[in-house]
Structures are given as C-alpha cells and as structure tokens.
T-cell receptor
Framework: GQSLEQPSEVTAVEGAIVQINCTYQ??????LSWYQQHDGGAPTFLSYNALDGLEETGRFSSFLSRSDSYGYLLLQELQMKDSASYFC????????????FGRGTSLIVHP | DGGITQSPKYLFRKEGQNVTLSCEQN?????MYWYRQDPGQGLRLIYY???????QKGDIAEGYSVSREKKESFPLTVTSAQKNPTAFYLC?????????????FGPGTRLTVT
C-alpha cells in the first residue's frame, strides 16, 4: 500500500518562512503534489515534483528527494491568507496513478 | 468559465435513505473522482472513472455507487448500506491519469445524515 506522513499542525508569524515536510512510502513512485485547502473549501493545486530538486512558483516552492522518499513545501513571506490546510499527495504505478493524499497539515499564521 | 460544480452545498438526510450527489464538469476532462473527507483526515478515494461507462472502486467504495453515462457527469449515490455517511464529499477531475499532474476540485457537498 501507500502511506504519507506530514505534521498535523504548524504555526508561524506573518512575514516568516515555513516548511511543511512530507515523507511517503509507495511502490513505483511517479510524482508528489501539494494542495492547499481553506476551511470548508475545495483543494487547489500548488505544485508537482517528479524529479529531485526544488520547484519555485512565486512565494511557494516545493522540493523532492526520491532517494529519501521525502518532500517539502516551503512558503515564504507568509501572509494571513496562507492560513489553510496543506496536503501532500503521491502518485505511483502501485496506486494506479491516482493521487493518495496525506492527512494534511494545518498552517496557522499569526499577526 | 470552465470548472466543476457540485450540488447541493449542504444536504441533510434521514438514516436509511439513499442520496445522490451531483458532479458536473465542463473542462472536457476524461478522468473524474470522488473523495470523502472527514475532520482531521486527508482525502480518501471512493470511486474514479477514466472514461465514459467505466469506473473503478477506490479505497472506501463500500456503501457507495456511481455512474458515468456522460463525460461531463459523475454522480455519487450514498446508499443506506454506508455505515457512517456524514462527511464532506469532493468531486474532482483531471485530463487523464498517468502523465497528468493536476486535479481540479469542485466546491464539495457536506452531507449530514441523522
């Protein structure tokens, strides 16, 4: 089967940088995605990594190490509106390429 | 505007009743999915469909049924056999499975069964 681990909650202050980690176990790894979900809302896609390294999209960056089965989402210049849940999701041939989601990390940004 | 619609936003039912949740997309996507989300949990896959008239069970399909008669529509029926149906249900679509990276989600339907 597949499994993902990510912290349940992270807190930070406005303007700071925060890193949300995700470790996974799967067979036939294909890629790791990150989604953001505000309370009561729909998840929205943030980023995708299939190869090792850092992908940057504005204030958000995502990193992948396939050898360590590990990735992280980096959020810079935090804003209050970044308070949300963040999910990592792994895609693999063992999972028929359907994303399997972690339990999510609740990010709380304080003023 | 392209997107995914789910209706209704909130749904209340009595125990023992079947209920059907609507999901429509105009993104011309082949693949569609249903997820269930409980408080403090990730998204768990109920069913998915790669093409019209074909669908596959996900991790928690028991007590649910789906149909895919049109590319745009993928309704989910929560049957009375589902032991704990109260949850937030999310529908999603993507261009395909392998090779595609992004799922687009609808706004969700919050089902309460009493």
């Amino acid at each position: 089967g597949q499994s993902l681990e990510q912290p349940s909650e992270v807190t930070a202050v406005e303007g700071a940088i925060v890193q949300i980690n995700c470790t996974y176990q799967t067979s036939g790894f294909y890629g790791l995605s990150w989604y953001q979900q505000h309370d009561g809302g729909a998840p929205t896609f943030l980023s995708y990594n299939a190869l090792d390294g850092l992908e940057e999209t504005g204030r958000f960056s995502s990193f992948l190490s396939r050898s360590d089965s590990y990735g992280y989402l980096l959020l810079q210049e935090l804003q209050m509106k970044d308070s949300a849940s963040y999910f990592c999701a792994v895609k693999s041939s063992g999972g028929s390429y359907i994303p399997t989601f972690g339990r999510g990390t609740s990010l709380i940004v304080h003023p | 505007d392209g997107g995914i619609t789910q209706s209704p936003k909130y749904l209340f039912r009595k125990e023992g009743q079947n209920v059907t949740l609507s999901c429509e997309q105009n993104l011309n996507h082949d693949a569609m999915y249903w997820y269930r989300q409980d408080p403090g949990q990730g998204l768990r896959l109920i069913y998915y469909s790669q093409i019209v008239n074909d669908f596959q069970k996900g991790d928690i399909a028991e007590g649910y049924s789906v149909s895919r008669e049109k590319k745009e529509s993928f309704p989910l029926t929560v049957t009375s056999a589902q032991k704990n149906p109260t949850a937030f249900y999310l529908c999603a679509s993507s261009i395909g499975l392998a090779g595609d990276n992004e799922q687009y989600f609808g706004p969700g339907t919050r089902l309460t069964v009493t």
